[in-house]
């Protein structure tokens, strides 16, 4: 098998490409890395995006069979502390989000217990009360490889459509890196790099979105969603705008499996190196599913992976050692 790696002139693409492909090759794969082209020249058989790179090139690739690989920022958006990139990377077959095979994937907890226990993260309870509705807009690409028009005419609607069903206030918030978002009527406009999404989620009642990762820390936080195409929050949501006013609340023991399987779709570059990323997606393309007890490596122990801690951490920390050098 031969797998095209397509990336741009960041250093982060081209150490996350030499990474999976090197990964890959441990396995007797072919690879090759080859920088963004508007045309698709490569005999490969699976290529690999980073991000939405371009409708265009998708659409290609599909068209000649190609299997495409969709490497994103994973769902905790950490940075690595060896190289500034993200710690762990989502990884999604011939489409954007791995939602599909999270919907349908049985695995145990032990990879999300890991990961969970490494960012010390735990969900909070459903919250059963809450002021104002957000709609999380998508960028430009995501909504051109996915059909759906316009971010700003599609907010537009889905906001004229919500003032029919609901009194309570909307937030319009556009991705963070979409420059052409501009306020909808009937919405608040939520700037992005005004107000932080976890100051918006603290009074929020629910979360809307086509496929921003935003659902992830929405469902996190104990703030229910409607999930209205692929976002990964789909499988545990609401998907008709009807429902804002009693969103679909999951139970326990749904939302941990939806956890678990998840964890299977994200990676680190150390993981990707070792060839554990490429053996899941391998044993994905055969059966379909991942049993993790056939798999030849193990998860590795994720809690010793060096990441940059949070601004106020690492504040408090600085400020620790200013004390102790005083004294």
């Known amino acids: 098998m031969k797998i095209a790696f397509i990336h741009n002139n960041e250093q982060r693409e081209h150490a996350l490409a030499h990474a999976f492909c090197a990964g890959a090759a441990k396995y007797g794969h072919r690879t090759q890395q080859i920088d963004k082209t508007a045309k ?189 195409h692929d976002a990964v929050a789909r499988p545990i949501s609401s998907r008709r705008l009807k429902d804002v006013s009693n969103p679909y609340l999951a139970s326990d023991a749904e939302v941990q499996q939806w956890l678990n399987n998840l964890a299977w779709c994200m990676f680190t570059e150390e993981e990707m190196l070792r060839g554990l990323a490429w053996e899941v997606l391998a044993m994905r393309f055969r059966s379909g599913v991942v049993d993790e007890r056939k798999l030849s490596m193990t998860v590795g122990n994720i809690s010793k992976s060096k990441t940059v801690v949070n601004k106020e951490e690492r504040d408090k920390r600085r400020s620790v050692k200013r004390r102790g050098k005083k004294k």
């Open 40 to 228: 698709l020249n490569t005999d490969a058989d699976v290529v690999c995006m980073v991000g939405v790179k371009s409708a265009k090139l998708f659409t290609q690739a599909r068209k000649q069979g190609k299997t495409v690989l969709f490497f994103d920022k994973g769902y905790f958006r950490h940075r690595s502390e060896t190289n500034r990139t993200w710690e762990f990377w989502r990884i999604a077959v011939n489409n954007h989000h791995p939602t599909d095979y999270i919907e349908n994937a049985q695995h145990s907890s032990a990879r999300w217990d890991a990961i969970s226990y490494h960012r010390g993260a735990s969900r909070k309870q459903w919250r059963t009360e809450g002021e104002h509705i957000m709609y999380l807009g998508s960028s430009a690409k995501y909504h051109a490889i996915a059909g759906l028009g316009d971010p700003n005419d599609t907010a537009a609607l889905i906001v004229s459509q919500l003032r029919k069903l609901t009194d309570r206030p909307i937030y319009y918030r556009p991705k963070p890196s979409y420059d052409g978002a501009r306020p909808v009527e009937g919405a608040y406009f939520d700037q992005p790099q005004r107000i932080p999404i976890d100051h918006m989620l603290k009074n929020s009642w629910c979360a809307i979105t086509h496929g921003s990762n935003a659902c992830f820390e929405a469902v996190m936080n104990g703030i229910p969603c409607i999930v209205l």
